[in-house]
């Protein structure tokens, strides 16, 4: 039994269900791994999954498609690949509260931002303000990062960032209603989020047990279609208690299922849609041209 470490990027929630289920259900076990799952409220997120990549803490991390370009491209480069795409769709958006009257992203300007702090975040609501009309001058707080959403519900910010399977469920249950500003809708290409990266040297060096990872990643998250009742059971007992009294596990299951993709699709890549999101970066002045030819992802363990 080989030993691999899985860094998430937040607290156990939907989007990590497949892993869960191939730990729980033996998948990993059949491969011949014995899989740790590292939980970033452990250390209350002193440390980014890319990080614990980086120092090799982690032999995978999850993470937005925007980490796999900041440690290609940092100083002490990084030379990470994403493996995995976990949704297929983009199930994020900006929301703010219906309460508030902010009907649309130009009436953000000069109103307060709770921000992840994420690579372009700022930059790119700012830019979502300006296509919608305004001016993209937002103020911008940087609350601790895993109590964003209540920041938000307490009103102490206008809007963030939120996964409408996990957070935007919470709200439907609680009957908060949100207004949601997603980027597509608004000139904005995105890439893959959240996705699983690890390192170019340990695919190559690996290929075989990285393969073998990333086949039981994919029949835990092909899972849950045709077993919603024991996938809610796996995830019940990973969540916080937080989430479990206030998330309704089932509904953000049954959510995210058709966003997993299919066994021909889940976990792939596509160029096109990464090229499109790289080249944006490259057009606004975030990132320079060399994003463009760096190999950013691979579907080459599928194979």
């Known amino acids: 039994m080989i030993k691999l470490k899985l ?19 033996g998948f990993y076990k059949q491969q011949g791994i ?52 976990i949704m297929q769709k983009d ?6 509260l219906k309460s508030s009257n902010i009907i649309s992203p130009k009436q953000l300007d000069g109103k307060t931002y709770a921000s992840y702090k994420a690579r372009y975040e700022d930059h790119i609501v700012n830019e979502m303000i300006k296509n ?11 609350p601790e990062k895993l109590g964003i959403w209540n920041t938000l519900l307490s009103g102490n910010a206008h809007a963030t960032w939120i ?53 039981a990643t994919q029949q835990g998250y092909l899972y849950p279609k045709n077993n919603l009742a024991e996938s809610t059971d796996i995830l019940r007992r990973y969540v916080t208690e937080y989430d479990l009294h206030n998330i309704d596990l089932e509904k953000a299951i049954s959510f995210s299922i058709p966003h997993f993709g299919n066994e021909s699709t ?23 041209q060399v994003i463009l030819n760096q190999r950013l992802f691979t579907n080459e363990l599928f194979e």
Not at 167 to 194: H, M, R, V
Request: aromatic share 12%; no cysteine; proline share 4%.
């Open 163 to 215: 996964f409408d399977n996990w957070e935007g469920i919470e709200a439907s249950g609680k009957n908060i209603e949100l207004n949601n500003f997603t980027l597509g809708d608004f000139d904005i290409p995105y890439g893959y989020s959240p996705i699983v990266i690890t390192k170019n040297e340990n695919v190559i060096a690996q290929k075989e047990l990285y393969a073998k990872f990333i086949k």
């Open 91 to 96: 199930v994020s958006s900006i929301v703010s």
């Open 34 to 85: 014995d899989l740790e799952i590292l939980n970033p409220k452990d250390d209350n997120y002193a440390m980014t999954p890319g990080k614990k990549l980086e120092l090799d803490i982690a032999d995978f991390a999850i993470a937005p498609f925007e980490t796999v370009i900041s440690l290609n491209n940092k100083v002490n480069q990084v030379q990470a690949v994403a493996v995995y795409a």
């Open 266 to 288: 889940a976990g792939i890549m596509k160029q096109d849609r990464v090229l499109s999101f790289t080249q944006w970066l490259v057009d606004r002045g975030l990132e320079n």
């Open 7 to 25: 860094a998430l990027d937040w607290t156990p929630n939907v989007n990590h269900i497949g892993f869960f289920i191939a730990k729980d259900l």
């Open 132 to 142: 919608d009309g305004g001016k993209g001058e937002l103020y911008i707080i940087y």
